[in-house]
């Protein structure tokens, strides 16, 4: 094959790969917006239909059930906080409380997301380095607090509950229970280790020296 001919195609794969490397993560970014505002546009659902945007101006606006979903949250939000706003909600989790299925997974999600959203919750606050799926293979996790109930007292020894999280996905993973003694307490934030993760190693955190003091 001609020399000449050899270079244009090496400029031609580079510029692909160089524009590709602009244009996937801009995709994929706009993507995961879109998915978002769909999803939350969907509480125009809540409204009347004379009060919605295509009954104004004869078609959609894409967004504004963002600024619903805000708006209908930071009043969910300041009603809560006062004391019948309080009685209210103990009263529709009692109430919710009674239904046999809706019962295991209204509890089960709320103490998932107390902790995660809860300014004083401690769930993915500390990332870890741990040996997984086997001795001698490490991993970054997430520790999510120590093991509680009936559990505690089959584990001798100080253990921690651990989420390991998959790649390039860390809404999926495992939860396991480790000694304190084996797991190794990172020093870099929950956003970084997250990052570093989906990234699949790519994207290592900046060492910062001194950083944990």
């Given at each position: 094959m001609p020399r000449g001919v050899v270079r244009s195609i090496f400029f031609v794969r580079r510029y692909l790969?160089?524009?590709?490397?602009?244009?996937?993560?801009?995709g994929i970014t706009l993507w995961?917006?879109?998915?978002?505002?769909?999803?939350?546009?969907?509480?125009?659902?809540?409204?009347p239909e004379e009060w919605r945007p295509h009954a104004w101006l004869g078609f959609d606006v894409p967004g504004v059930g963002v600024l619903l979903t805000v708006v209908v949250v930071l009043v969910t939000?300041?009603?809560?906080?006062?004391?019948?706003g309080q009685r209210f909600v103990e009263a529709w989790e009692s109430l919710l409380g009674r239904i046999p299925v809706v019962k295991s997974i209204y509890n089960s999600v709320k103490?998932?997301?107390?902790?995660l959203f809860?300014?004083?919750?401690q769930a993915f606050r500390?990332?870890?380095?741990?040996?997984?799926?086997?001795?001698?293979?490490?991993?970054?996790?997430?520790?999510?607090?120590?093991?509680?109930?009936d559990v505690v007292n089959h584990l001798p020894g100080d253990y921690v509950s651990v989420y390991v999280p998959t790649t390039p996905n860390p809404t999926g993973g495992y939860f396991v229970m480790l000694p304190r003694s084996e797991v190794v307490e990172l020093d870099m934030t929950?956003?970084?280790?997250?990052?570093?993760?989906?990234?699949?190693?790519?994207?290592?955190?900046?060492?910062?020296?001194?950083?944990?003091?």
């Open positions: 790969i160089t524009g590709l490397l602009i244009w996937v993560p801009l995961v917006l879109h998915a978002i505002v769909a999803a939350m546009d969907q509480s125009l659902l809540l409204l939000g300041l009603l809560a906080t006062n004391v019948l103490q998932v997301s107390d902790p809860s300014s004083t919750g500390k990332a870890l380095l741990v040996q997984w799926p086997r001795p001698g293979v490490w991993t970054v996790a997430f520790l999510t607090g120590v093991p509680g109930g929950v956003d970084e280790a997250l990052k570093y993760i989906i990234s699949m190693g790519v994207a290592p955190p900046v060492n910062v020296p001194g950083r944990r003091g």
